[in-house]
């Protein structure tokens, strides 16, 4: 969703529920912890934080109720004068704010990103992806096998959405496209797919192929090779 978007509901909710007169203000951050969504932070500077990398990839339900739980953490903190955490007064006032009473969102329903190395051969096209590189250590592709010199593959270090993000969007398109119905011959694969299968081949090349088969049996014709 856009971030203009969770700016606007997020301060629209303070003032309905009268926080902002108490001096509470939101904030989307770039810089909160690693698996943090969302935060609430008491004191002097009265903040609810989110996430920008969360209100990027994921929805509007999501977002909204992950705003609602860290303003439920609000109203405790200003009603009883410290945080009750997760506990009874906590779940009490996400009644109030529409929260669901859940410590945490369920990871497989969170869409992420991965910082990982990539490179490109430049001779076969193929493409890679490592979590990590030993530093100093020299990569080629098997198709420069008994050639001489070797093509040294070039890794570059990126943040893309991980591969399981990919992989779902991709079949939930699929599917749309089959609930609805066969693509005709002239009509091009949705651009929302030829971006994700994009990331797919390097994630899953393999994957990416089978994919492609299934468009073209819909009716695909056209677009990028996978």
Same mark, same amino acid.
């Given at each position: 969703?856009?971030?203009?978007?969770?700016?606007?509901?997020? =301060?629209?909710?303070?003032?309905?529920?009268?926080?902002? @007169?108490?001096?509470?203000?939101?904030?989307?951050?770039?810089?909160?912890?690693?698996?943090?969504?969302?935060?609430?932070?008491?004191?002097?500077?009265?903040?609810?934080?989110?996430?920008?990398?969360?209100?990027?990839?994921? =929805?509007?339900?999501?977002?909204?109720?992950?705003?609602?739980?860290?303003?439920?953490?609000?109203?405790?903190?200003?009603?009883? @004068?410290?945080?009750?955490?997760?506990?009874?007064?906590?779940?009490?006032?996400?009644?109030?704010?529409?929260?669901?009473?859940?410590?945490?969102?369920?990871?497989?329903?969170? =869409?992420?990103?991965?910082?990982?190395?990539?490179?490109?051969?430049?001779?076969?096209?193929?493409?890679?992806?490592?979590?990590?590189?030993?530093?100093?250590?020299?990569?080629?592709?098997?198709?420069?096998?008994?050639?001489?010199?070797?093509?040294?593959?070039?890794?570059?270090?990126?943040?893309?959405?991980?591969?399981?993000?990919?992989?779902?969007?991709? @079949?939930?398109?699929?599917?749309?496209?089959?609930?609805?119905?066969?693509?005709?011959?002239?009509?091009?694969?949705?651009?929302?797919?030829?971006?994700?299968?994009?990331?797919?081949?390097?994630?899953?090349?393999?994957?990416?192929?089978?994919?492609?088969?299934?468009?073209?049996?819909?009716?695909?014709?056209?677009?990028?090779?996978?």
């Amino acid at each position: 969703m856009l971030r203009a978007r969770a700016i606007e509901y997020a =301060n629209q909710r303070l003032t309905d529920l009268g926080l902002t @007169d108490l001096g509470w203000s939101f904030t989307m951050s770039d810089s909160l912890g690693k698996g943090i969504l969302g935060q609430c932070r008491f004191g002097v500077n009265k903040q609810i934080l989110l996430a920008g990398w969360y209100a990027d990839l994921n =929805n509007e339900e999501l977002v909204f109720d992950t705003i609602n739980h860290e303003l439920a953490h609000a109203i405790v903190g200003y009603r009883e @004068d410290e945080d009750d955490g997760h506990g009874p007064k906590w779940i009490e006032a996400c009644s109030i704010t529409g929260a669901k009473p859940q410590r945490s969102k369920q990871a497989d329903r969170i =869409n992420e990103t991965v910082t990982a190395y990539f490179a490109v051969c430049h001779k076969c096209a193929s493409r890679f992806m490592k979590k990590r590189i030993t530093k100093g250590a020299k990569y080629f592709c098997q198709c420069t096998r008994g050639h001489k010199p070797r093509i040294e593959l070039c890794f570059s270090k990126s943040t893309r959405l991980s591969p399981a993000v990919v992989k779902a969007g991709v @079949d939930g398109e699929l599917e749309l496209i089959r609930s609805n119905q066969r693509m005709t011959s002239n009509m091009v694969v949705p651009a929302k797919i030829e971006s994700l299968l994009s990331e797919l081949r390097v994630a899953d090349p393999k994957r990416a192929k089978s994919i492609r088969a299934q468009l073209r049996k819909l009716g695909h014709r056209g677009g990028m090779n996978a």
